[in-house]
């Protein structure tokens, strides 16, 4: 029924089809426009996420649903509600991310965490349907150059080179900002890790800033991100940065639609002063197919050590697949330019992913190695020359290893 679902929804969202009332079935009301070209996939996944409210209908259960609102992507209710997320197994092989003890829970109509609204796309058009979850239809030409490595010994090399950038930004007095997007699981994390656990905390810092304050709310938008810029001699890494408003601000309706037209419109203005101002500034989208971030998840959902990385958030983005999708190209769009280019890295495999990001920063400096000769010699040390205090005055951490 699904597929049938499924089949009926991605027709009546042709691009050429106007906003129509039509009924499934199983006898549901349902409006799908497609002004703006909705991609036939995301109307099939808003098919198969309605299919446990179809099944209740059919057992003679009541719906939360009275019709859906027109809208370029529907996965809103009727006009003046809120969106309710149910909870949704997979098409494939029918796996619920909140299974517990191999048990298989039933869909529920409780919302996996707060409602949000729907974002509004209308009047924003994307050139071409391209983004990071195209895998099943694009095939990426293999690149030239790739080889077999030891990562272990791949990564001490780059590692090494990160130590020597570093020690040339500080002697030449550099100011370079690194940034790091992309969707839930994708590797982000990991990557920053990797770049700034050899480098010294004081020249290379990361910053993940949290929920802005009322006080930041009421602020120029950029404003709190530009007193984390670096000063002379120092590198600034962002695990995401300003571009949350182009993306989860957008799609979980944290922002207005004025507000994210106007980012749209001064992001490119803003990183051409910081680049005018002697700024270098890198971009990266860390790019991840549903089906890895599906089974990470998964991961993260049975290991104890691993659950904070995992927030109501993320299993609700899942339900928001295609806004997201939607939301990036868009970005893409407005921000990829000439002076401050976007670059996406394949986060599939991550210990590829972090080698491959070590080496394009390192491409992007005409670095020398600057750090200290090896035919430096110690000075003797200097001897005590007092009675130092006694030992058991001193309160020493247990030693149970």
């Not at 029924?1 to 929804?9: D, G």
């Not at 719906?63 to 027109?70: F, K």
């Not at 962002?238 to 949350?244: I, L, T």
């Amino acid at each position: 029924m699904a597929a049938q679902l499924a089949h009926s929804t991605a027709r009546q969202c042709g691009p050429s089809l106007p906003a129509a009332s039509s009924r499934c079935s199983q006898g549901v009301e349902c409006n799908l426009p497609a002004q703006l070209g909705t991609p036939h996939r995301i109307c099939a996944s808003v098919a198969i996420l309605r299919t446990s409210e179809h099944r209740r209908l059919s057992a003679g259960g009541s719906s939360g649903y009275s019709g859906y609102q027109q809208h370029p992507l529907p996965f809103s209710k009727t006009s003046g509600k809120r969106f309710s997320c149910l909870a949704k197994k997979d098409d494939k092989n029918g796996d619920d991310l909140t299974k517990k003890n191999g048990k298989q829970k039933e869909p529920k109509e409780k919302a996996v965490m707060e409602d949000f609204p729907v974002p509004n796309w209308e009047g924003i058009e994307r050139k071409a349907h391209f983004s990071d979850d195209a895998s099943k239809t694009l095939v990426l030409e293999k690149k030239t150059g790739k080889r077999e490595y030891n990562y272990d010994k791949e990564l001490e090399k780059l590692q090494l080179e990160l130590v020597k950038l570093q020690e040339w930004i500080k002697n030449k007095g550099l100011r370079v900002v690194t940034i790091f997007e992309g969707r839930d699981a994708a590797g982000k994390g990991g990557i920053i890790n990797t770049i700034s656990s050899p480098l010294n905390p004081r020249i290379v810092s990361v910053h993940a800033l949290g929920t802005p304050s009322d006080r930041e709310k009421t602020q120029w938008y950029f404003q709190r991100y530009v007193k984390e810029l670096p000063a002379a001699g120092e590198w600034v890494i962002f695990d995401r940065s300003w571009y949350n408003r182009a993306g989860v601000e957008k799609v979980m309706g944290f922002c207005t639609d004025e507000q994210y037209t106007e980012f749209l419109d001064s992001c490119p203005l803003f990183e051409r002063m910081l680049v005018r101002s002697g700024i270098i500034l890198l971009k990266y989208w860390v790019s991840v197919s549903p089906e890895e971030q599906e089974r990470r998840f998964k991961e993260r959902l049975h290991r104890p050590e691993k659950r904070w990385k995992l927030s109501p958030m993320d299993l609700y983005a899942r339900s928001r697949w295609g806004d997201y999708s939607y939301a990036k190209d868009i970005m893409f769009q407005a921000t990829d330019t000439k002076q401050c280019p976007w670059y996406v890295i394949p986060g599939d495999d991550k210990k590829a992913a972090r080698l491959n990001t070590i080496q394009h920063i390192l491409d992007q400096f005409n670095y020398e190695d600057l750090i200290v000769p090896d035919d430096l010699e110690l000075p003797p040390r200097q001897e005590d020359k007092y009675v130092r205090p006694p030992l058991q005055d001193q309160t020493f951490v247990p030693q149970k290893f």
